[in-house]
């Protein structure tokens, strides 16, 4: 599986984020997707903040730090028990920055592997909402992220 970003500055710092302001947020979510792509949850874990709120795109109850965020983790059906992610692809990120708040909105497409007998698979199309906050040493870190599924994917299909 790979992970796949448009190259350069965010398309759209907006007022309030300057590019370089753009480009560290979205290096920072995009890195926390190599991450995921690469099974290492450390790293995953070094883009939140251990308080942090997800809204995940699989649906439940919101997520509230780290304690739950594993526990949902250790939930999840173990590999080779659904379909298999090939890839993602984040794009058209959003950025505002207001002090030291951030609000990146991006789009996030999760390709499969085809199914048994080639059939392919649609892939999962996600609208997603991040918060993050600077801290010390101007570090940013996600604070809230809310993943907001348009088409599930992994089903029959032609995408």
Do not use: K
Request: proline share 9%.
């Amino acid at each position: 599986m790979h992970l796949t970003t448009p190259s350069g500055t965010p398309s759209a710092a907006r007022p309030g984020a300057t590019p370089a302001e753009a480009e560290a947020i979205w290096s920072l979510v995009t890195g926390m997707y190599d991450a995921y792509v690469a099974g290492d949850r450390a790293r995953i874990d070094a883009c939140l903040d251990p308080a942090a709120t997800i809204w995940d795109s699989a649906g439940g109850p919101l997520v509230q730090g780290q304690d739950e965020l594993d526990r949902l983790r250790a939930e999840r059906p173990a590999a080779g028990d659904g379909p298999e992610e090939t890839g993602l692809y984040a794009y058209d990120p959003v950025v505002d920055v207001f002090g030291d708040t951030a609000l990146l909105r991006h789009w996030l497409r999760v390709t499969f592997a085809p199914a048994p007998g080639g059939v392919p698979l649609l892939p999962e199309l996600s609208r997603n909402t991040a918060v993050l906050r600077r801290g010390a040493g101007g570090r940013w870190l996600i604070v809230h992220l809310h993943e907001d599924v348009q088409q599930a994917g992994g089903e029959p299909g032609t995408g």
